[in-house]
C-alpha cells in the first residue's frame, strides 16, 4: 500500500469519526423533541353597533335674579330649569358642565362669578319597567350619572346658578350648559 493511499485512508477514517462526534455533540446540545407540536390561537372581539345614546333638549333653562342682584339662578323667581330626555341603549354616562364664562354677558358681568350645575330627575329601563328618582345634587363642574341598565331612559331637570360676591352689572346674560352621553 502506497503512503499516499494510507494517508488518504487516516484522513477518511477520522472526517468520518469526526463528522459522527459532531452530530453527537449536537444531538446532546441541542435535542430535538421526538412529539413537537404547534397551534393556532385564534381570538375573537365584537363591536356593538346596536349602542346608541340620544339626548333631546325638551327645553332650554331660563335664570331670573335674585333681589339683591347677586345670583342668577334657574332656580329662584323667573327661572325655569333645562329639561332633557336621553335615551340610552349599551352603557353609557351623561355629564353636563358649564363654561367658565358667560356667553353673553355685559362688561364685567364675569368678574368673580361661580357657577354650578344641579340636577334631578327620573331613570328608568325600558325593558323591565323599574324606575329610581335621582335626588337633586349639585354637581361642580359636571355631573355624572350612571347609566341605568343596558336599554333607559334619564329624564333630568337641569339647574344653573351663577353668583357673585357683589351685584351683576345690569345687561342680558347667557349661559351655556353642555350634556353629552360618553
Do not use: W
Not at 27 to 53: E, K, L, Q, T, Y
Not at 111 to 117: A, M, Y
Not at 125 to 144: K, Q
Amino acid at each position: 500500500m502506497s503512503p499516499l493511499l494510507s494517508r488518504l485512508q487516516l484522513f477518511t477514517v477520522n472526517f468520518y469519526r469526526l463528522a459522527a462526534a459532531a452530530v453527537i455533540s449536537a444531538s446532546v446540545i441541542a435535542p430535538v423533541a421526538a412529539n413537537a407540536d404547534a397551534r393556532n390561537m385564534v381570538f375573537h372581539g365584537n363591536i356593538n353597533s346596536n349602542s346608541s345614546c340620544t339626548i333631546v333638549v325638551n327645553q332650554n333653562g331660563t335664570m331670573g335674579v335674585s333681589g339683591n342682584f347677586r345670583q342668577l339662578s334657574s332656580k329662584i323667581a323667573g327661572g325655569t330649569p333645562g329639561r332633557v330626555t336621553i335615551l340610552q341603549r349599551g352603557v353609557y354616562d351623561i355629564f353636563a358642565t358649564t363654561l367658565p364664562i358667560f356667553m353673553v354677558a355685559p362688561t364685567g358681568g364675569d368678574t368673580g362669578v361661580t357657577r354650578q350645575v344641579r340636577y334631578s330627575g327620573t331613570a328608568t329601563n325600558l325593558v323591565s319597567g323599574f324606575s329610581v328618582n335621582i335626588p337633586e345634587m349639585a354637581a361642580y363642574p359636571g355631573i355624572r350619572v350612571n347609566s341605568f341598565g343596558m336599554n333607559s331612559r334619564v329624564n333630568l331637570n337641569i339647574h344653573f346658578i351663577a353668583d357673585r360676591p357683589t351685584a351683576f352689572p345690569s345687561g342680558h346674560y347667557t349661559s351655556l350648559v353642555n350634556v353629552r352621553c360618553e
